[in-house]
């Protein structure tokens, strides 16, 4: 038998298995002694029989007129009788018995004591110099009956009280085991936002040097992420300045110079620190939502951050090419608002990129909270769809793009306790590209 992976599964198995057998060896050895204890009763009974009866068929005997008579003992009612006995002379002539006694199941003398035939227990005894012998039989299948009965007195109330030892087993296990399936849920609600510590004061001891260990393990996971989280903010801060400096030098140059093979080459070098302007921009991003705090205390109003961002971004593409619809009532959430505007300029920076040139990027912001970014434009395959979350990821690699805004907020999204969600064709179109962030886990989607 294969032992079940489930430490409560192993502990109530070899409990129950150790109960049961521990009961059956009680039982059987009780029934042994009892029977061992049965038979010298009924020897006993045997004997004192034989005891009383001799003296009083002794006078009988001896106060008949004609010697030698047999005579047998008739029932005053109807009865079960377990002991039978005849009495015989020296000669081995019966003279009484039982009404119930068969002579034949009684052997030739063979003397004072106990005998057993195959098929009946004996007592012989004798008196007056040997000539009145008794003999006292009783069935060997009473004695048999007499053991079962007792045998099913032993073994019937196992079949109640063994159940129900085996469930309480079961129960004390797995109350026992508690502690450690609490352990075990605190664990699992633990993510890449919370490695706190998990309480493990409960737990028994022979289990709390395994929670100490993972709870260590946790720390150094955290203290990691940390680090990692920090040099990304840092390299990325760093590299603003220098950019900045190279991006102007490379402007400057375009200006004073007039050999049209250095100039086209310093716009060229213009556009790739711009690039990598932007990438450091996304990496600090993606910095802000792997560690900082995405909820707030209070809620505040979104509209005021999408106008923003819609403004910001409008001024650089043709007008009416972003179309911003808000509700006429304040959006109230406790999400952060530069989160949010992190994940709106990223949402509509994708659009722009991705989408048709000469279709309008639809922003709209509901009331309760969830945001859509939709553009028109051909349909992402359900496998390129799946992976844009994914970081350094495009769904076409002919397009400009580092490969993070979706990440960044799906990251936003896992973290804040937000669902993201990507859709295309756009909800009620046969093309297009949509994206959903609601109040309330990422999911990637495909209509």
Partial sequence: MRAPRSLQGRLGLWLGVALTALWVLAASVTALIARS???????????????RILPLAVVDILNREEAGISQRLAAI???????????RDDQGRILLQSHAADPGAFPAWDGIGFHQTATHRLYSDEAVQGTIRITVAEPLDHRASVAREIQMGLGVPLLIV???????????????????????DRLSARGARDLSPVASADLPTEIAPLADTMNGLLGRLDAAFAAERSFAANAAHELRTPLAGAIAQAQRLQAETRDTDA??????????????????????QLARAE???????????????????????????????????????????????DAFAIVLRNLI???????????????SLATDGTLIVANDGPVVPAEDLARLTHRFERARSDREGSGLGLAIVATIAERSGSQFELRSPREGRASGFEARLSPTGTRVLNS
């Fill in 37 to 51: 204890e049965i038979e010298e009763v009924f020897d006993s009974a045997l004997q004192e029989t034989a005891q």
């Fill in 77 to 87: 009612r109807e009865h079960d009788e377990f002991f039978t006995y005849i009495i």
């Fill in 162 to 184: 063994l159940p129900v030892a085996l469930l309480a087993i079961v129960l004390a296990v797995r109350a026992s085991l508690a502690p450690l399936r609490q352990f075990r």
């Fill in 263 to 284: 100039k086209t080459r310093a716009a060229e070098i213009e556009a790739t620190l711009k690039r990598l302007t932007r990438l450091s921009e996304r990496l600090l």
């Fill in 291 to 337: 560690g900082g705090r995405l909820r707030r205390d209070v809620a505040a109003d979104l509209r005021p951050v999408a106008r923003l961002i819609v403004d910001d971004l409008a001024r650089g593409v043709e007008p009416g090419r972003i179309l911003l619809t808000l509700p006429a009532s304040p959006v109230m959430s406790d999400l952060d608002p």
């Fill in 349 to 363: 920076e994708n659009a722009l990129r991705h989408g048709q040139a000469e279709a309008p990027v639809e922003v």
